[in-house]
């Protein structure tokens, strides 16, 4: 399967370097580079790619916040100088996370990676709203109504599911397949690292810099919803 790929990096010998290194893989096809995050928005608006090779410390940017400027599908790995910022990587569900200089090797398992990730996401069905799913939790398992669940919050490669009956599950799932499966009509993602059942509002109350906060029903706790997110929210009641 061939793969569409950008390169957002601040440095002309960086991106000179990873276009090197990636031209070794003919599943791999560069459709474009972008110098900082206001390049990459638009490159990803009108390329599209399956693929983000993504620096983190650019100049007067951070790579994380280019998630909060695109809603486009793709997979993202991580290319940097820095360890530090490997945790956070994966609290986003980057699918890796790779130190300059680029280990070919490393490279070549993260390629593979997209590849697994692909054929496991073609393999899934998307659930409906009335479905009973099947869930393994720790040494035990259940069944779930999609329908009861009030709302899911990120946990690395894992989720927590919030359900209406105010019972906390911790799933081996992450919140990209959550939402890549539920369905559209009833859920939706209202923060990085949320997604809310819509028949579960109780009250939305609009904050601050044009987003929402939004209180669920058997629940005391008030969620986020960030400017990425609200103009969904919005259309889904309008």
Aim: hydrophobic fraction near 40%; proline fraction near 2%.
């Amino acid at each position: 399967m061939k793969y569409t790929a950008i390169i957002i990096d601040d440095e002309r010998l960086a991106r000179k370097e990873m276009r090197r290194l990636l031209a070794e893989f003919d599943e791999i096809f560069i459709v474009g580079e972008a110098e900082n995050l206001s390049e990459a928005v638009d490159l990803i608006e009108k390329e599209k790619p399956n693929i983000i090779f993504l620096d983190i410390q650019m100049q007067n940017e951070n790579g994380f916040d280019l998630l909060e400027k695109t809603d486009a599908n793709f997979k993202l790995i991580f290319v940097t100088a820095f360890d530090a910022y490997a945790i956070r990587a994966f609290e986003v569900n980057a699918l890796d996370y790779l130190l300059k200089p680029v280990n070919p090797e490393r490279l070549a398992k993260a390629i593979e990676r997209v590849a697994e990730e692909t054929d496991k996401k073609t393999e899934l069905r998307p659930f409906e709203f009335d479905d009973r799913i099947f869930l393994e939790i720790g040494n035990r398992s259940i069944f779930l109504k999609v329908c009861d669940i009030s709302h899911i919050n990120s946990s690395g490669d894992y989720s927590e599911v919030f359900t209406t009956e105010k019972q906390k599950l911790l799933i081996e799932k992450s919140l990209r397949e959550w939402e890549t499966r539920l369905p559209e009509k009833h859920f939706l993602r209202i923060h990085r690292q949320t997604i809310i059942n819509l028949e579960e509002i109780e009250e939305i109350e609009t904050w601050f810099n044009r987003t929402f906060q939004v209180r669920l029903k058997n629940s005391r706790q008030t969620l986020a919803v960030s400017r990425r997110y609200a103009v969904k929210l919005k259309s889904k009641f309008t």
